[in-house]
């Protein structure tokens, strides 16, 4: 039976608060037959008043087509605020109708047709005990009539938590969340409709610095964007007969200090619990003390824009699995997992007891507390009681990136119930899914998915516990399609990519970090443009289109990708070449020279090879956007830049002037050489494996690529050598010292425990997980196809790896559930197992010679249902499918080449 599934709304659920004139709705099918394609949809629009039943505004009549992914809605106009329903139905190539879906909505925010009416407003200097204090604000209001409903539209410069009537509104945190501030403010939306009571109201707001105007970079400047916060909110209620009635921000509301005496992200909270105002967000509470808050001019409200990706949630608690006592007798919560968010704890004592909690990510060699790779970064939790109960409390302005709690002031009575880990990220939707038959492998996987879960807390950042968190754009390209798999972050890069366009400069160079706070620290336009960080502009809206299908990415980002492929050939005197400026090179590459980050490829090198693939994608796009004009002259440009590789790398033999990993890497995966060239650069990568061991010497630059050049040049069984190395440098080797999320460094901890440096040192920091990439799409097979983009059409080709007896993996795609796996059955036979979703199609890659030695369901491949085509290629047969669950079955291992 034909039935649709998960309706979204611009890949949201039932959204409220969305500012897009022309939303795009998404759709799967689901079906237990073979070979499900859609035929034909039709769309039906509701306009929906005050919540109820809706009249239909728009049909789209059967529409002749496949296309269930991004959907336009361009029939419709929308109206600001306005609730809008929809249903789908779709018929099969069998003509056979789904029937209409369940309802589902979005909800339009204000709209840039619509003006804000509130005012910025903040506390008086009299309100608050010095400037660190996060202010308190309150309104009161009385209603006039049954309320049908009720939305708050809010915002802040800082961070902001709103409540009514006693009670949190949302579960949003670190709202309005950290964009190109100076360019573009998110809204929140929330609908409060629930939390009205009939009579006098209150509505309240508690306020804090934030990335707005708190402590930003390693150079511990402050007030980057403004020197104060401020808040704005707008409370509009429709009642039954039809009124409405805005209540807005302004003088009018009362302010005052709040039991939050200090919060920043780097240093943590200070909280005292003596000063808290019990029932200050609730009506009955009296105000008659507080003054009146201030208006704040100068704030340009043009610039603000509705939430545009999920926000940061709470997304589940982990239980500490042990209270140590270090050497030094210090008391340590161990929440057995380098974890981002903070610590819920309980504390007894009489009022006035103050406790501390410190955080970290390790323990030294003996055992001990260790914060020096934390920089300036305090990360401490200050608590004072207000009572002589027991008393819980959390952070509110504040997270930490951490593993360990030193407790101090918790008295000989502290319990290891008394502490739970509470993870906050954004809110992206979980997708993917790899195991296998090697448990450090597995630890492994779960340590890049706990770094994605780190470092996605509303921008990429490099880490989450020193002072730094930027957004740094290299170590998002590398690791964005790794992402893409263990979670759905189209909207997270979405946003963060319109704030990349928003800071990009005038000469089109791209910040080493966005949002750009490093340019408004020193004031400098130095801090930009280096290859393979600002190459972000290109490779993360490529990488988003090729996994969702999302062609209106490119649409956006498009100026901005050409923009960044001008500025490069505008650096120097060959318009063909990239020699010029600073760059990052292969950072942290292991053949580096002594006390240098920088590793030995050339930095030329990797700045045109960069720039060819930069160039590569831009013509890809234009294609892909019927730019034919730019398709002409950017095949032209890319064939020089080539040239101009060649003549200035290559050497006339087809030998690599640059002798490193790195180098060779490059130019394989890129596709900067050919024939015997290419051929050198394959035995040359091999022969400098074989040098090291089958141990990588690559950084930041070669090493997202290198076990992916291996598998595609027909070297996996090297690439899986790498992967099962334990000892320094590997992936495993961190996982054999115990990490639970990937590391800066690959000693970041050395063998005799000690650290390889307190400067630099982050035990969390994701870039090094793009080894995930090769886990996903080489190891168990599952990848997309550039001409028919988003898992549309998919590429099932699992790899039987040496040292592994079986491989899983699935992904959550626009389409459904891709399912790829692959083990070593009891008699020797090879059986993998696949799953397509409906409307999509797969072609299936089978190891071994003859399409003759595998069977599936029973019969011959050739013969199975859902089977469209078989191709035998020099790698293995090519089996085309239709949707369904595949089991394909040969005769014994030995007939299969692994490498």
């Not at 970079?217 to 429709?238: C, F, M, N, P």
């Not at 289109?545 to 490119?554: E, F, P």
């Not at 090291?692 to 598998?711: A, C, D, I, Q």
């Amino acid at each position: 039976m034909l039935q649709l599934r998960k309706l979204r709304c611009e890949y949201l659920n039932n959204p409220i608060g969305l500012d897009v004139p022309n939303p795009r709705i998404s759709w799967q099918l689901h079906s237990d037959e073979r070979g499900v394609r859609q035929q034909a949809y039709q769309i039906q629009v509701f306009e929906q008043e005050a919540d109820a039943g809706g009249r239909l505004i728009w049909d789209s009549g059967k529409i002749v087509s496949e296309q269930s992914v991004h959907v336009e809605l361009s029939g419709i106009t929308v109206k600001p605020r306005q609730r809008y329903a929809y249903q789908v139905q779709v018929w099969d190539a069998k003509g056979s109708s789904s029937g209409w879906s369940e309802t589902a909505y979005w909800e339009t925010g204000l709209l840039q047709s619509e003006p804000w009416k509130a005012q910025w407003i903040n506390a008086p200097a009299e309100a608050l005990e010095g400037e660190e204090q996060c202010p308190y604000f309150r309104k009161t209001f009385a209603l006039s009539g049954e309320v049908s409903r009720a939305r708050i539209y809010a915002t802040a410069l800082g961070i902001y938590e709103l409540e009514m009537n006693g009670l949190r509104v949302g579960d949003s945190y670190f709202t309005p969340g950290w964009t190109s501030y100076k360019h573009r403010l998110q809204y929140q939306t929330y609908d409060v409709t629930s939390m009205l009571a009939s009579g006098v109201n209150a509505l309240g707001a508690v306020l804090g610095r934030g990335w707005y105007s708190g402590y930003l970079t390693w150079k511990e400047r402050r007030k980057l964007y403004g020197d104060g916060s401020a808040l704005l909110v707008q409370l509009h209620i429709q009642y039954a007969d039809g009124r409405e009635e805005v209540l807005v921000s302004d003088d009018s509301w009362k302010c005052s200090g709040s039991p939050i005496l200090m919060s920043e992200l780097y240093h943590g909270e200070t909280y005292d619990a003596r000063l808290e105002k019990t029932g200050w967000s609730t009506p009955a509470y009296s105000d008659a003390s507080w003054p009146s808050a201030v208006i704040v001019t100068g704030a340009d409200k043009r610039l603000l824009i509705a939430q545009e990706n999920e926000p940061v949630r709470k997304i589940e608690t982990l239980t500490p699995i042990a209270l140590i006592m270090t050497p030094k007798g210090e008391t340590v919560v161990d929440m057995g997992q380098n974890m981002v968010g903070w610590i819920r704890f309980a504390v007894r004592g009489r009022t006035g007891t103050e406790v501390l909690l410190e955080h970290a990510e390790v323990l030294d060699a003996e055992g001990n507390f260790y914060t020096e790779n934390l920089r300036d970064a305090k990360q401490q939790v200050r608590y004072v009681k207000g009572t002589d109960a027991e008393e819980q409390y959390e952070p509110k302005f504040t997270f930490q990136g951490f593993r360990y709690a030193k407790l101090t002031g918790f008295g000989t009575e502290v319990q290891l119930s008394d502490f739970a880990g509470v993870v906050l990220h954004s809110d992206m939707e979980p997708t993917g899914h790899f195991a296998c038959s090697d448990p450090l492998i597995n630890q492994l996987q779960h340590n890049i998915l706990w770094g994605q879960k780190g470092n996605f807390l509303d921008v990429p950042t490099d880490c989450p516990q020193r002072d730094e968190r930027l957004g740094w754009t290299g170590d998002a390209q590398m690791f964005i399609r790794t992402a893409t798999f263990l979670m759905n972050v189209a909207p997270f890069f979405t946003r963060w990519l319109r704030d990349l366009k928003a800071d990009q400069f005038e000469d089109g160079g791209v910040p080493f970090v966005v949002p750009d706070v490093l340019r408004e620290s020193d004031g400098s336009a130095g801090n930009h443009s280096s290859a393979a960080w600002g190459d972000a502009a290109v490779i993360c809206p490529w990488t988003l289109y090729v996994v969702y299908g999302d062609k209106r990415i490119l649409e956006e980002q498009y100026a901005s990708m050409q923009a960044w492929v001008n500025y490069i050939r505008n650096q120097g005197d060959h318009p063909y070449l990239w020699n010029t400026g600073f760059h990052f090179g292969d950072w942290l590459g292991l053949d580096s020279k002594p006390d240098s980050y920088i590793g030995a490829t050339d930095r030329d090198l990797i700045a045109t090879a960069f720039y060819a693939y930069s160039m590569s994608l831009l013509l890809k796009t234009a294609a892909v956007l019927g730019r034919e004009e730019d398709v002409q002259a950017y095949k032209e440009w890319y064939e020089n830049i080539l040239k101009a590789f060649t003549d200035e790398f290559i050497t006339p033999s087809g030998r690599l002037s640059v002798s490193t990993q790195t180098a060779n890497v490059l130019v394989l995966m890129f596709g900067l050489v050919g024939g015997n060239a290419k051929e050198r650069a394959v035995l040359k990568l091999m022969s400098l494996l074989e040098e090291s061991e089958f141990h990588l010497t690559t950084g930041f630059v070669g090493t997202p690529y290198l076990n992916l050049v291996l598998s595609d040049t027909g070297n996996h069984e090297a690439a899986s050598k790498l992967l099962f190395q334990t000892d320094y440098p590997s992936w495993l080797y961190q996982v054999t010292k115990g990490a639970t999320t990937i590391w800066e460094h690959w000693d970041g901890i050395k063998e005799d425990g000690s650290f390889w440096s307190k400067d630099m040192n982050s035990f969390n920091h994701y870039a090094y997980g793009s080894i995930g990439d090769w886990l996903y799409r080489r190891v168990a097979g599952i990848d997309t196809d550039e001409a028919q983009p988003g898992y549309k059409h998919i590429h099932i080709q699992p790899q039987p790896t040496p040292g592994l007896t079986w491989a899983e993996a699935s992904l959550e795609s626009m389409y459904g559930k891709v399912a790829s796996s692959w083990k070593q059955g009891d008699e020797g036979q090879l059986i993998i197992k696949v799953t397509v979703p409906p409307n999509t199609t797969a072609s299936v890659r089978l190891p071994g010679a003859s399409a003759e030695a595998w069977s599936e369901g029973g019969v011959q491949v050739r013969q199975a249902a859902g089977v469209h085509e078989v191709k035998t290629e020099e790698q293995g047969i090519v089996i085309t499918v239709g949707s369904g669950k595949y089991e394909f079955v040969t005769g014994v291992m030995s007939a299969v080449n692994p490498g």
